[in-house]
């Protein structure tokens, strides 16, 4: 089922306040995003913990309702330039 | 430990490298899947992988095992690595050749 950039956006900052996050609708269809999620709780947490923050946050719809979510994940310091 | 649990651990502690995915490294039937394999076999790397699509009880059990929602996943000498968006940037910062212990191509 299609869910909302809007929402999954939503879900994220209500667990992750300082958030910054940018959300891209791949296909079109509501179904596959690609996130990057920037935040100071991620400060000194391994890739998997980070990512793990965000599954969290979106309550277990990963892999279920929200099928497909291409997930980048940052701390504000350890940011690449883009 | 489940069944399920018991077996993921197998799995895991005999193969040095083992990805868990859905569908065959020829036929993967999933686009993270696919791009996982060919991350891998961009690296050249040998490795094992396990078709979760044939055995439900692994699909489910490995998402516990890892707490982790999706598939596929990367265990390398029994430690959980990630997803294939990790994979990939491990990949692109070269962590992952080091890892794996191939060289960077």
Known sequence: MPMAASEIERLIRAAIPDARIEITDLAGDGDHYSARVV????????RIKQHQLVYAALGGRVGGELHALQLQTAAPETEKTK | MSDAQSQ?????????IV????????????????????ILDRLGATYE??????????RQGIKAYS???????LYVRGE????????????????????LGVEAG
């Open chain 1, 39 to 46: 935040s100071s709780r991620f400060a000194g947490l391994g």
């Open chain 2, 8 to 16: 993921i651990a197998d799995i895991v502690g005999k193969n040095d």
């Open chain 2, 19 to 38: 990805l868990f995915m859905k569908g065959t490294p020829l036929f993967p039937q999933c686009g993270f899947s696919s791009r996982a394999i060919a």
């Open chain 2, 49 to 58: 992988t396990i078709d979760v699509l044939q055995d439900p009880d692994i």
């Open chain 2, 67 to 73: 707490d982790w929602p999706t598939v596929p996943q």
């Open chain 2, 80 to 99: 959980f690595v990630g997803g294939s968006d990790i994979m990939m940037e491990m990949f692109e910062s070269g962590e992952l050749q080091q890892l």
